[in-house]
């Protein structure tokens, strides 16, 4: 495991600013160094003939200018892993509790979808210059749909598999230790708690260029970054970035359908039935964080007194 010093007096730069540095770095790094290397290797185009190698490039630039940049930032700067990452265990009953959460609020994000593409037909059809911007986000996300459906395609299981790996695996690690690792953990050294899952997820959602899913992946965010507060361990959102990833990749394997990935859903339900699922989802949602704070308070005296019986 690697293991660096805490030194937090030798403040190289404030870490405020070496949150946003990070970010910066890796956003040029992934989108324009990376995406000029896939261009070149690829192709400007993807296809469902090209996607295999998208993926494989998109992941090794993952791994290199996020993952790998964001930990010798760590050590660089702040001369500690175990406190920037949060490296703490993960616990089954706390794990089981906040896949619950993370179930929740998927079903929940996804009637808000429905609810807002009700309320942007509204306002396309009452606000004429409106509209001229809505049609521009439609073909944004029209073109991210198109490009995200043909990285998912797949013909056979090799397909299934590499595409889990390329689209689940290495993104749940790579994001999560820039994020819910150094970002979050760099504001919370300066800042509130609020404010630094308010800023985290903000940017966490603005990272992903998905217009009409900027509030469900705020919110998907701002969950990460408390169950990261809460447990003091970062492979709870690892795993829960996964699944998240995972169930979406696997339900389009069986569908093929851009329903599946479409952050505009057409509306199916009379609008006071989807209102009154959001209402009850969010109160269940609250009520599963007291659980899951309820949990993590129950076991911190204990782990603190075996931590103590281990010291010499």
Aim: charged share 15%.
């Amino acid at each position: 495991m690697i293991k660096f010093e805490r030194d937090y007096k030798q403040y190289s730069i404030s870490p405020i600013s070496a949150a946003f540095l990070v970010l910066f770095v890796t956003f040029f790094l992934y989108q324009v160094v990376g995406g000029l290397f896939t261009f070149q290797f690829v192709g400007l185009e993807v296809t469902k003939e090209n996607a295999g190698m998208v993926r494989l490039f998109t992941s090794i630039s993952q791994i290199i200018f996020m993952f790998f940049l964001t930990i010798l930032f760590a050590k660089a700067i702040y001369n500690d892993f175990t406190n920037t990452f949060r490296t703490k265990k993960v616990y089954p009953v706390e794990l089981l509790i906040s896949i619950l959460g993370l179930a929740i609020i998927v079903m929940a994000s996804q009637i808000f979808l429905y609810i807002q593409s009700h309320y942007i037909n509204l306002v396309k059809e009452s606000q004429p210059a409106l509209k001229q911007v809505f049609d521009l986000i439609d073909k944004l996300n029209e073109m991210v749909e198109k490009t995200y459906f043909n990285i998912l395609y797949m013909d056979n299981f090799l397909d299934y598999l590499s595409i889990v790996i390329s689209v689940a695996l290495v993104p749940a690690f790579c994001e999560e230790f820039l994020f819910r690792g150094f970002v979050q953990s760099s504001f919370e050294k300066r800042w509130s708690v609020p404010l630094t899952i308010f800023v985290t997820s903000l940017l966490f959602a603005l990272f992903h260029f998905n217009p009409f899913a900027i509030i469900p992946l705020f919110a998907l965010g701002a969950y990460f970054s408390y169950v990261v507060y809460l447990t003091n361990s970062i492979f709870y959102a690892v795993i829960l970035h996964f699944l998240n990833n995972f169930f979406t990749i696997t339900v389009f394997s069986i569908y093929k359908t851009e329903d599946i990935i479409s952050a505009k859903p057409e509306i199916n339900y009379p609008l006071s039935s989807l209102y009154f699922g959001l209402v009850f989802l969010i109160f269940l949602f609250v009520f599963t964080l007291v659980i899951l704070k309820q949990q993590v308070q129950k076991r911190k005296p204990n782990e603190k007194e075996n931590e103590d019986e281990s010291l010499p």
